[in-house]
């Protein structure tokens, strides 16, 4: 399945809940244990990102708004 959509983690506020790892519906995410946050977390990131259907699911759940998620605009075919 393509990609519909992508995410973005703010570094600077995810703390390594997993919250938005075990949420998402299509395995996209995992904590990155080879990273550390400037805080010292390792933090979420896309490991499935041909999945990712923009859906928002990780975004709402994160308790520290540190997801951003972009939708992938519909191309126009010509008939
Ligand atoms: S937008 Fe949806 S599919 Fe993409 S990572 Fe977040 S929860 Fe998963
Ligand atoms: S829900 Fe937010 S704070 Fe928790 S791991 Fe995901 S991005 Fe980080």
């Known amino acids: 399945m393509p990609a519909k959509g992508y995410i973005e ?16 519906p299509f395995d996209v995410l995992a904590l ?10 390792h ?4 490991v499935n990102p041909e999945a990712c259907t923009g859906c928002g699911i990780c975004a709402t759940v994160c308790p520290d708004a ?6 992938y605009e519909r191309q126009k075919t010509e008939a």
Not at 43 to 46: D, T
């Open 9 to 24: 983690v703010n570094e600077l506020y995810c703390k390594a809940c997993e919250l938005c790892v075990t949420d998402c």
């Open 32 to 41: 990155d244990m080879d990273r550390l946050t400037p805080k010292g977390y």
């Open 43 to 46: 933090p979420a990131h896309m």
């Open 66 to 71: 540190a997801i951003t998620v972009y939708r």
